[in-house]
């Protein structure tokens, strides 16, 4: 079978289809600069964060298998509530570690993803899929390979290509959306208060976080709507500091928004936290990101289409799809021939 998309969930994927016994081929394109907007990779500018102590030990059951994938221990420092505001950062931090808050480090675990997919049996192959059509009892995709179109016929297909999906399969339901989020990215940890809560390895969000209600409003929005929710969390050696979210009426990402815009609308929400904040160098990145209105991912068969299925539009993608991918190799497995 074939997973689309290298991202968080089409490697999770692949991995929880491969721990099942498939064979298992993953289609992602080979980093390059200037790559085009949809392909793009939400999963390498994330924060990584993670709760909930079912997501934490998803998490260390994967590692216990593939070896590090970049699950690190943290806290969650949250700011802009009056009252939590004046207690101590260590205080503050203290209760996430009771919820089972934490963070994988997306450097680490891109890095870690290739070996840990070859070692699980998953083949990988450098491809945009440029299209996919049904052949015979299975599938047929269209592959653009470094060395020119190819095709590929397989019985079962994946879609897991994040803000990607929809352009490969346009009959996917319209919850799933597409925002743009932007970022600054530094390569060290600069002086400073708040970056040295990143140094402790804490992750810094609003108290009133508003993607999350920005998202909710989408399906009603008349025109783009953008949000500063102003945070930052450990990179690497460095740091994220973000973010600014954009969201347009209707199912298409459109083209990407105005970098020197969003930057500077991101540098205007981080002034309001703190004017250093605004000041850091840093570059700006922006990403689309594929969510679901209402909050529930497409896990599961499209329907229709016999052998093709849905694992995108995650919200909490970090918390929820190492769980997510089991599920979706369970049922995989359990389905009768030709579903
Ligand atoms: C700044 C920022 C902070 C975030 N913070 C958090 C956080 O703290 N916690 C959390 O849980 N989530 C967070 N998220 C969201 C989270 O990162 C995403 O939901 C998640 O990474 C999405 O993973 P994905 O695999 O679905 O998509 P992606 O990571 O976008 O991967 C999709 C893949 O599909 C490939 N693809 C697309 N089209 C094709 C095609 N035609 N052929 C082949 N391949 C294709 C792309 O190249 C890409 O590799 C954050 C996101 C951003 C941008």
Same mark, same amino acid.
């Given at each position: 079978?074939? /997973?689309?998309?290298? !991202?968080?969930?089409?490697?999770?994927?692949?991995?929880?289809? &491969?721990?099942?016994?498939?064979?298992?081929?993953?289609?992602a394109p080979a980093p390059r600069d200037g790559e085009p907007p949809e392909l793009a990779n939400?999963?390498?500018?994330?924060?990584?964060?993670?709760?909930?102590? &079912?997501?934490?030990?998803?998490?260390? @059951?994967?590692?216990?298998?593939?070896?590090?994938? !970049?699950?690190?221990?943290? #806290?969650?420092?949250?700011?802009? @509530?009056?009252?939590?505001?004046?207690?101590?950062?260590?205080?503050?931090?203290?209760?996430?570690?009771?919820?089972?808050?934490?963070?994988?480090?997306?450097?680490?675990?891109?890095?870690?993803?290739?070996?840990?997919?070859?070692?699980?049996?998953?083949?990988?192959?450098?491809?945009?899929?440029?299209?996919?059509?049904?052949?015979?009892?299975?599938?047929?995709?269209?592959?653009?390979?470094?060395?020119?179109?190819?095709?590929?016929?397989?019985?079962?297909?994946?879609?897991?290509?994040?803000?990607?999906?929809?352009? *490969?399969?346009?009959?996917?339901?319209?919850?799933? %959306? =597409?925002?743009?989020?932007?970022?600054?990215?530094?390569?060290?940890?600069?002086?400073?208060?708040?970056?040295?809560?990143?140094?402790?390895?804490?992750?810094?969000?609003?108290?009133?976080?508003?993607?999350?209600?920005?998202?909710? %409003?989408?399906?009603?929005?008349?025109?783009?709507?953008?949000?500063?929710?102003?945070?930052?969390?450990?990179? @690497?050696?460095?740091? =994220?500091?973000?973010?600014? #979210?954009?969201?347009?009426?209707?199912?298409?990402?459109?083209?990407?928004?105005?970098?020197?815009?969003?930057?500077?609308?991101?540098? $205007?929400?981080?002034?309001?936290?703190?004017?250093?904040? $605004?000041?850091?160098?840093?570059?700006?990145?922006? /990403?689309?990101?594929?969510f679901c209105v209402g909050g529930e991912p497409l =896990?599961?068969?499209?329907?229709?289409?016999?052998?093709?299925? &849905?694992?995108?539009?995650?919200?909490?993608?970090?918390?929820?799809?190492?769980?997510?991918?089991?599920? *979706?190799?369970?049922?995989? &497995?359990?389905?009768?021939?030709?579903?």
């Amino acid at each position: 079978m074939a /997973v689309i998309g290298g !991202g968080l969930a089409g490697s999770l994927a692949a991995l929880a289809l &491969a721990h099942r016994g498939f064979a298992v081929i993953l289609l992602a394109p080979a980093p390059r600069d200037g790559e085009p907007p949809e392909l793009a990779n939400a999963t390498a500018l994330s924060y990584g964060a993670l709760a909930g102590p &079912a997501s934490w030990q998803a998490w260390l @059951d994967l590692e216990a298998v593939c070896g590090p994938l !970049g699950l690190r221990p943290a #806290t969650l420092l949250r700011h802009g @509530d009056p009252w939590l505001d004046r207690l101590p950062a260590a205080l503050q931090a203290w209760p996430s570690r009771l919820l089972g808050f934490g963070r994988v480090d997306p450097t680490a675990l891109l890095a870690a993803l290739p070996p840990a997919l070859a070692a699980a049996g998953v083949r990988r192959q450098s491809a945009v899929v440029r299209g996919l059509e049904p052949h015979g009892p299975g599938w047929r995709l269209a592959l653009d390979t470094a060395t020119g179109p190819a095709t590929l016929p397989t019985n079962q297909v994946v879609l897991a290509a994040g803000a990607g999906s929809r352009a *490969l399969w346009p009959g996917l339901p319209d919850r799933l %959306r =597409v925002s743009w989020a932007g970022v600054l990215t530094l390569p060290n940890v600069p002086p400073g208060p708040w970056p040295a809560h990143a140094r402790r390895g804490r992750v810094v969000q609003p108290f009133r976080w508003q993607r999350p209600l920005l998202e909710a %409003r989408a399906a009603s929005l008349e025109q783009e709507e953008w949000i500063v929710d102003a945070g930052l969390a450990p990179r @690497d050696d460095g740091l =994220v500091v973000g973010q600014v #979210t954009l969201v347009r009426p209707g199912i298409e990402p459109g083209p990407p928004p105005d970098p020197a815009a969003m930057e500077e609308r991101l540098r $205007a929400g981080l002034r309001q936290l703190d004017p250093a904040l $605004a000041a850091l160098v840093g570059s700006y990145r922006q /990403v689309p990101v594929a969510f679901c209105v209402g909050g529930e991912p497409l =896990v599961g068969p499209v329907p229709g289409a016999p052998g093709l299925w &849905a694992f995108t539009g995650f919200s909490a993608a970090f918390s929820r799809v190492p769980l997510a991918a089991r599920q *979706l190799a369970a049922a995989m &497995a359990a389905a009768p021939p030709g579903c």
